[in-house]
């Protein structure tokens, strides 16, 4: 089945720099590629998705990039301020699979202001 | 988007007993349900895949007779905890998939802390 590894498992940025979370995924044919953020006791909240015909995708602050041949995908965030603090997870599906997702070990970032 | 509600938010009972969390989707047809849980300060782990009117696949590891999972229609699907121990304390969250051009992205509920005593 899918693995996916995620590094750092903690992040401790200023306010104001970037941040980057990176994520490798085993199963090739995953085509699917969200990430999360969650704050403590709440739900998972999905902050942008990339899917595998495209490499980039960005929204305001929050950009991913896609390199399908080396499967990793990553996760920028810019000008981190402090309500950018929280766990934030990647994850991998394949929607042939019934879109089960498969998510990283989740990164732990901490804004300082 | 797309709506799940999850019930009860938090549950308190004693060990031995049977917990039930419900798993609604609000306003759209879920064609597929999934169960995760998680254990402080770790990821979300994926306990069972239920399909409305099979049986639930569950994951390697998950037993199949202690967290019993029913999903009676498009709308609802049902985690029960059967005698429960102080090891199944875990945030139990659902999620829930729908068919169509968007398919691949899930909408979770809010998440049911179970502490068992």
């Known amino acids: 089945g899918e693995n996916v590894e995620q590094h750092p498992s903690t992040l401790s940025v200023q306010e104001g720099d970037s941040a980057v979370i990176k994520c490798t995924y085993s199963?090739?044919?995953?085509?699917?590629f969200p990430w999360y953020k969650q704050e403590l006791g709440k739900r998972p909240q999905l902050i942008i998705d990339?899917?595998?015909?495209?490499g980039e995708k960005k929204d305001q602050r929050i950009a991913v990039t896609l390199n399908k041949t080396a499967k990793h995908f990553s996760l920028h965030i810019t000008e981190t301020q402090p309500e950018d603090s929280a766990v934030y997870f990647c994850?991998?599906?394949?929607?042939?699979?019934?879109?089960?997702?498969?998510f990283g070990g989740g990164t732990r970032v901490l804004v300082k202001p | 988007g797309a709506v799940v509600s999850q019930h009860p938010s938090r549950v308190i009972c004693k060990s031995g007993t049977s917990v039930k969390i419900e798993c609604r989707s609000l306003?759209?047809?879920?064609?597929?349900m999934f169960w995760y849980r998680q254990f402080p300060k770790q990821s979300l782990m994926l306990m069972a895949t239920?399909?409305?009117?099979?049986?639930?696949?569950?994951e390697q590891g998950v037993e199949k007779d202690k967290f019993l999972i029913n999903h009676a229609s498009l709308t609802l699907s049902t985690l029960t905890v059967t005698s429960a121990h102080p090891e199944d304390s875990s945030f139990y969250i659902c999620?829930?998939?729908?068919?169509?051009?968007?398919?691949?992205?899930?909408?979770f509920g809010e998440g049911s802390r179970l502490t068992v005593l």
């Open positions: 999620s829930a998939t729908t068919s169509g051009p968007n398919t691949g992205e899930l909408f």
């Open positions: 199963d090739s044919a995953s085509n699917y």
């Open positions: 990339i899917r595998s015909n495209v």
């Open positions: 994850a991998a599906s394949l929607a042939a699979a019934g879109n089960k997702l498969t």
């Open positions: 306003d759209f047809q879920a064609t597929t």
């Open positions: 239920s399909n409305e009117g099979s049986k639930a696949t569950y």
